[in-house]
């Protein structure tokens, strides 16, 4: 699998594949990506959401930035800006949270081959019985999340 790459503001961070799962957990339990697929496919809209999600994402990066921000620089019509421009941000910021939680294709055609769902279930009639606990994430954490420079 490859690294990720998200973008805020012009500048690059990169996601390494070993801290995705953390970044993934973290988004879900703003939004799932059923909800975000929905937002961009039905027009159902839930933009707080998206730019809370997004902020969650800046911050484990360990940009210090807060979700009235990332959702101010996604509707925020600035000057010059074309009609419908700062949607196109927004789809922006949709798209590539979709890209960050997504298996790559051909990881996603292996597990159908072999009989998963690809979300994260194994393919197993065995149930099990206990509760599973999560701990938080909490962001900034190190972990494979670096910021890509530029040859600035």
Do not use: C, H
């Amino acid at each position: 699998m490859q690294d990720k790459i998200i973008t805020w503001k012009g500048d690059e961070f990169v996601i390494k594949t070993s801290s995705l799962m953390r970044v993934i957990l973290g988004i879900e339990d703003i939004i799932t990506l059923i909800e975000i697929q929905n937002t961009a496919l039905l027009g159902n809209m839930k933009l707080g959401k998206i730019a809370a999600a997004y902020a969650f994402v800046l911050r484990y990066a360990g940009v210090k930035v807060t979700d009235l921000e990332v959702y101010y620089e996604m509707l925020g019509k600035k000057e010059g800006d074309a009609p419908g421009e700062n949607m196109e941000r927004a789809a922006t910021l949709i798209k590539e949270l979709i890209d960050l939680m997504a298996p790559p294709e051909p990881l996603a055609k292996k597990l159908q081959a072999a009989g998963g769902s690809g979300n994260g279930e194994a393919p197993s009639t065995t149930k099990t019985s206990g509760a599973m606990s999560r701990t938080p994430i909490k962001p900034g954490l190190p972990g494979g999340i670096r910021r890509k420079t530029s040859g600035k």
